[in-house]
C-alpha cells in the first residue's frame, strides 16, 4: 500500500507504473546507462552473474525527480557482486581498475561474500541477501543489465525491455523491501539493523537537508 499523500506518483500511480517511470527515466539518463553496460560488459568477461549497481544509483535518481531537481551527479557508484570463491579485497580493485578502463567514475565495487565478516552477520547467500541486511530500506535498491531470461520468482526482481540495444538487453531492478519504499518519499529504518545505526548515516549523508520532503520512518 502506498500511503504517502505528499507523493502524487505514489497516491496515484500503481507499482508497475512506478516500474514504467522508473524506467524511462534510466533509459533517458546516459551517464548512469553507461555505467550500467560497464559493468555488463566486466563481470561478463569474469564470468560473474550476481552483480548490480545499487544504492544512491537508483535512490538518487527517485528522489531527484519526485523533488523536480535536476540529476545529481554521480559522485559514488556502489557496484556489487558475489563471489563466494574469490573473496580477496584485491579483486575488488582490480574489478575497480577494469571498470575504469572503460570509462573513468567514481566506482566502489564490494564482494557481497565477504561484507558479512564486517557486518558480524551469519555469512549472506547472494546479493540480494545482502541487500535484505542494509540500514535503509531505500537504499537496498539496485539495478543491472541482463541477457537472458531470469526466473522472476526466484529473485526479487522487475524486468523490463531497453529496446535501445543490440541485441535487446533487459534492466532488471532489484527490491530488497519494494519498489513503493522509493516512491512515497520515506526514509525507513530496516529493523535488522540497530536504530542507532541508521540515525547516524541519516545525519551523516544529510538526506533530510538534500530532500525536504522526505518523511523518517523509524518503524
Known amino acids: 500500500m502506498l500511503t504517502d499523500d505528499k507523493t502524487p506518483l505514489s497516491n496515484n500511480h500503481s507499482s508497475q507504473t512506478q516500474l514504467a517511470l522508473l524506467t524511462t527515466w534510466f533509459e533517458q539518463d546516459e551517464m548512469r546507462m553507461q555505467a550500467l553496460t560497464a559493468c555488463s560488459v566486466v563481470f561478463n568477461r569474469l564470468n560473474i552473474k550476481d552483480w548490480a549497481i545499487a544504492a544512491g544509483f537508483v535512490r538518487n535518481l527517485v528522489w531527484d525527480k519526485l523533488h523536480g531537481f535536476a540529476t545529481s551527479a554521480l559522485n559514488d557508484i556502489d557496484v556489487i557482486y558475489f563471489c563466494a570463491s574469490d573473496l580477496s579485497e584485491h579483486t575488488e580493485l582490480f574489478i575497480q581498475q577494469l571498470l575504469n578502463d572503460i ?22 547467500l547472494c546479493c540480494l541477501d545482502a541487500m535484505e541486511y542494509w540500514p535503509e530500506k531505500q537504499t537496498a535498491v539496485a539495478v543491472k543489465l541482463i541477457d537472458s531470461i531470469v526466473n522472476e520468482q526466484h529473485y526479487s526482481v522487475q524486468l523490463t525491455t531497453v529496446d535501445a540495444f543490440h541485441p535487446p538487453l533487459k534492466l532488471m531492478f532489484i527490491f530488497a523491501f519494494g519498489i513503493e519504499h522509493l516512491f512515497n518519499l520515506t526514509l525507513s529504518h530496516n529493523p535488522r539493523r540497530l536504530l542507532t545505526v541508521f540515525e547516524q548515516r541519516v545525519g551523516q549523508k544529510q538526506w533530510l537537508i538534500r530532500y525536504p520532503q522526505l518523511i523518517i520512518n523509524r518503524n
Not at 103 to 124: C, E, F
Open 103 to 124: 570509462i573513468t567514475l567514481n566506482w566502489s565495487v564490494k564482494n557481497q561474500a565477504r561484507m558479512h565478516i564486517r557486518n558480524g552477520d551469519a555469512p549472506y
